[in-house]
């Protein structure tokens, strides 16, 4: 059931005619008081929970632009996938250095160049087939 206008108004009234306090869990604050305030405590609750950045996201940004920069733009979608899964691989240590070192030793197959790889050549498996 949505609340009643009153009934925001009178919660917001109340907090912030309150003096401000020194807090070192915001989250837990807003949670004790989820009886005094619901409606503020749960807004409140659900917006300080929002993480601050996607970290994760900025970094495959970060090194896709390592990766695929202006002067090297015309990589395809699977080969800068390989390139970018392939560093997570060996910062992971699921590959190790030197194979992927003698890998690039290799000469090149004869064959054709537009060779693409079927999806899911990238799926890590954890367990049995």
């Given at each position: 059931m949505a609340p009643k206008p009153a009934q925001l108004s009178d919660e917001l009234k109340i907090y912030?005619?309150?003096?401000p306090l020194q807090v070192d869990d915001v989250l837990t604050?807003?949670?004790k008081r989820r009886d005094q305030f619901p409606c503020l405590s749960r807004m409140a609750r659900d917006y300080l929970s929002i993480p601050g950045t996607s970290v994760d996201v900025e970094r495959v940004f970060s090194r896709g632009r390592l990766v695929l920069p202006h002067v090297r733009n015309r990589l395809s979608a699977?080969?800068?996938r390989a390139l970018l899964c392939l560093g997570?691989?060996?910062r992971l240590s699921?590959?190790?250095d030197a194979d992927v070192l003698a890998v690039t030793r290799l000469e090149q197959l004869p064959g054709?160049?537009?060779f693409l790889m079927d999806d899911g050549w990238d799926v890590i498996k954890t367990g049995p087939a």
């Open positions: 912030l005619s309150s003096d604050w807003w949670f699977q080969s800068t997570d691989w060996s699921l590959v190790k054709n160049k537009d």
